[in-house]
């Protein structure tokens, strides 16, 4: 494929992209294919030779399509949201064509200074304490990783680091091992301290951890994977309360915060910790600039070696949506979460099982976990919206989270109506 | 933004990003940009109000390409390629699009059940052992995963974790952290056993490292990050033998078989070893199907939980080139590298420090270490040409990567002929 051809079958795919979005409510939000199905649909071996690319498009639709959960269909609500938005998108186009790989400041300054000021912007944003943002004289700053699990196994190992150091300073006889072999990491059952947990959005109080970890010399990681988002909202920032005790703390944008998948941004107090864990430095990767102390290498502060540019995406949508936009968006979401709630609550053979903070409702019918689970089964089955549970304090729970960027009210009401009705069936089969 | 607006847009995006592919050439290859160059170029706050989409786009050439390494350009030759192509870029359009994420089969069963066949093809044009692949009823079989450190660490923690129940097997007393502190992991000074090392393109005898690893019970990984493309050629396949004692290899076609950044491939014989070290199975995350033994959950193969669809740019790539047309491109850069040879051959000044096995040149003035970094400093002083050195047995050697998908011969011709000239005029300097 040449330039002349990609200009007219990037043009055709971009259309191909509006449509798909444009018309994904009405795709079944989840499909009805059985395990293995694709295999059969395509051949056992690459072609040798070049296939027509019209060949290709179509199998989107032969191939594809018939096998996605449709993440975006306003009648998605499963797990938590994935964000995805135009600006991002257009972004995501860009950082594809720039390709540049930025494990160095010099392997491409811009990717590297994009991101530390994207995320001193977002810091600003979320009202982070000065401590974690980089400024021009900052010791902490933020970066970008792909999950939240990465950057809670990279705030483990920088802690790991940190302590077996520590220790060794004052007793330099202990080995590495021996210290290791003694550590403790404390957790919930959620692990580390999160704001808004993944069955319930439920927060750990920070307030009350964060002076007993600075007290006892423990890193204190907080995880607002979901959560986080909200916190650009004044009314919802009092949850990241505690956040000046954290030595580093993440959420991700690729949530909820309208940024395409991946993109968990993570910040720091002391980038020294962080970078005293994972730093590599061969020859090749070797730069005039590394020992001024005025460069980030990005590399220090991930388990990879090569990263994205990012922080174009975070660029685009701040810029496209401005604060105040971003703010509406999480608003709509919480107040679709509110009204959800309310038709719940205004059924008596439902139950509400944990606040709704943010834009998650947790819900049953009142019974035994079976009849949940019976009614779980029958949405799903019917495949005209998604969902799935979780266990909180041993009951079987149904989580409705607000997903899709374009869920109104018609969507929540809609999806009220159809389990309403699903639950009615049910109930009257079992009276019988 | 509205879809109206995307669309009109996205077309411009893709006018935008082929244009700046088409003249990429006529960009400086590396940036004059000072540390913190960025910074006062922006504001230091997010907008409260959305802005308009030109003043975003005005700033991609006002505020980024000034500080881009261009990686794509043909007169880059520094660290290792990163692949870019169409058919690459429009399938990350659509992944964008779909926007799923594939945790779990029933997240998206069309995005793990495409991973798993791609990889097998894949995996059959590089005629690995049967072992690796899933097919509908193999024990091993293959994972995208972003890097290949990733795909290290992740084989660090599957050796283990077996190791440790094979030892608790036997004697249920001794504790995992004791275990733990009496393993060894073997590696080279470049880590594991690597084909095709990063500063010279070196390559491990696994035929011989391999029936030692199996006979002690030791977990082989191969690491062929750059050099795997190569391997779909019947000619460079010879350098893969011994991955028959391997428990598992991966490979990067996000280096050099033009799938976009990022796609490191990774294939393990038993995939029950993988799943062992990282199982999460929360109820949130639980389905119908997951017990049949029929689906692939791909979050256990990883340490993120997220991931997106990135076995679409496989599927395009490997159709709109064709097997053919993959092993021309790597042919291609193969010969330009050896072309490189023998111009640096032919001058007498000069020596080659390691054998040119693919598209790598490493080499250097014979002389001083001190010589050879004045040269690099010219050379990427001059801006004309990007490379980086390495050190080859205490020699400061310069390497020389054929990268970009357009580099050609009147690349390589011209970028010697400047080198060439830079060193002249070094040593004349040096007469003085």
Known sequence: ???????????????????????????????????GYLRSLIPEEAPDEPEAYEDVIQDIERVIMPGVTHWHSPFFFAYFPTASSFPAMLADMLCGAIGCIGFSWAASPACTELETVMLDWLGKMLRLPKDFLAGTEGQGG????????????????????????????????????????????YSSDQFCA????????????????????????????????????????????????????????????????????????????????????????????????QESGLVTDYRHWQIPLGRRFRSLKLWFVFRMYGLRGLQAYIRKHVGLAKEFERLVRNDERFEICADVVLGLVCFRLKGSNELNELLLRRINGARRVHLVPCQLAGA??????????????????????????????LLRGQKR
């Open 396 to 425: 079987f729970v149904l989580r409705f989270a607000v997903c899709s960027r374009t869920t109104e009210s018609r969507h929540a009401q809609e999806a009220w109506r159809h389990i309403s009705e699903l639950a009615s069936e």
């Open 1 to 35: 494929m040449d330039i002349t051809e990609f200009r007219k079958r990037g043009k055709e795919m971009v259309d191909y992209v509006a449509d798909y979005l444009e018309t994904i409510e009405q795709r079944q939000v989840y499909p009805d294919v059985e395990p």
């Open 142 to 185: 933020g970066v970008i990783q792909g999950t939240a699990s990465e950057a809670t196994l990279v705030a483990l190992l920088a802690a790991r680091s940190r302590i077996v150091k520590q220790i060794q300073a004052h007793d330099p006889q202990r080995s590495e091992v021996e210290i290791i072999s003694k550590l403790v990491a």
């Open 194 to 289: 999160t704001l808004g947990t993944t069955p319930s959005c439920a927060f750990d109080r920070i307030t009350e951890l964060g002076p007993i970890c600075n007290a006892e010399g423990m890193w204190m990681h907080i995880d607002a994977a979901y959560a986080g988002s909200a916190f650009i909202c004044p009314e919802f920032r009092p949850l990241l309360d505690g956040v000046e005790f954290a030595d580093s703390f993440n959420f991700n944008p690729h949530k909820w915060l309208l940024v395409n998948f991946d993109c968990s941004t993570m910040w720091v107090k002391r980038r020294a910790d962080i970078i005293g864990a994972f730093k590599m430095d061969p020859l090749y990767l070797k730069h005039d600039h």
